[in-house]
């Protein structure tokens, strides 16, 4: 019986010894697993969000903006990205007017945001009409602008249905951000007011040239971010104007960044595709001249003055040009091309 029992207890201690030795070593394994995914986690890798915008505000030309729309979009298809369309108001009602098949296929096919070009009276030297009004009488008349149609001659608005609020209405959701340039700060915010009201979740601001920090905000609204732009080349020249390659430049651009999250942007107009200098120009400015806003009644007559039609040869380059730009881009397994349906959602990590 005693050996019995001295047997058992040996049995019981060297189980133990087994189990104990496991357990250390379990405990072991564990936290060397939780130190390197710790590492890996800490360790930071390049990351680029790009975004394709193209600018929208060539009323002039309805016909060949329309065409500029149809194949951006097909080349996005393409490489199976998605693009960003700032459209003025304006663009937005006489495509749906004339071109009711652009406005579907920027529904389905694109996200859209919204900017704002002369004689909206938001506009740089377009402010007169909404000089010395309260703050309350600022946001009341820019809530009239952003529910009516824009007269183009005028200035003023129009009783009928149009601005931000039938572009949201039309596209199901409130476009994404907005470009507001206004020389009054109590302009500027009683615009961003109205428009935030109305679900604006992002502005564009340029100031001196100089980019946007991620994260940033501003009127409690993010401001789009931009570490980079594909837009000029080292001369400081539009790349469309020039033989500039934007693959080039945007190569250039990457490969000076560190290991982070950066954000990149593309940036051209409709109208530079097809002509050289705004077509529009001559129509709200003396002599073309951006720092001479004139007076209404504007003379839309005045439409293309000072423009001219860019040739088949360098339309084709322009193309050919962004054409490989949007495959280079979306062939870098470093970037991911996003809208600011998306870049809204990241901002929210800052």
Known sequence: MKKIIIISLTIIIVLGLIIGGFFIYYQRTKNLSSSSSVSKSEKKTRIVYFTFIINVHDFVNLEDSKNTIERAISIYDKYNVTGEFYLTSTMWEKFKENYPEVI????????????????????IGFETPLKGLSQDQLINKLKEYETHSLDLESGGYQEKEGGYALMKKDL?????????????QNIQEAEVDVLKEMGLKMIVIHKDGSLSEKGAKKYDLWIRPADFE????????????????????????????????????????????????????????????????????????????????????TQDSIWSRYEQLVKAVSQDPQVKVVTSKEIVGILKHY
């Open 172 to 184: 199901g959701y409130a476009p994404i951000a907005g470009g507001i340039l206004s020389s009054d």
């Open 230 to 313: 594909i837009l000029e080349d080292a001369s400081g020249n539009a790349w469309w104007n020039t033989e500039a390659n934007p693959v080039e430049l945007f190569g250039d651009k990457i490969n000076n960044l560190g290991n982070e999250e950066y954000f990149g942007v593309s940036l051209i107009h409709d109208d530079n595709f097809y002509r050289k200098n705004n077509p529009f120009r001559y129509i709200y400015y003396e002599k073309g001249q951006n720092d001479h806003p004139k007076l209404p009644p504007y003379d839309l007559s005045e439409g293309n003055k000072g423009t001219k039609e860019r040739d088949i040869e």
């Open 104 to 123: 579907e296929l920027l529904k389905n096919k694109a996200t859209v945001s919204y900017h704002i070009r002369p004689p909206h009276p938001v506009y």
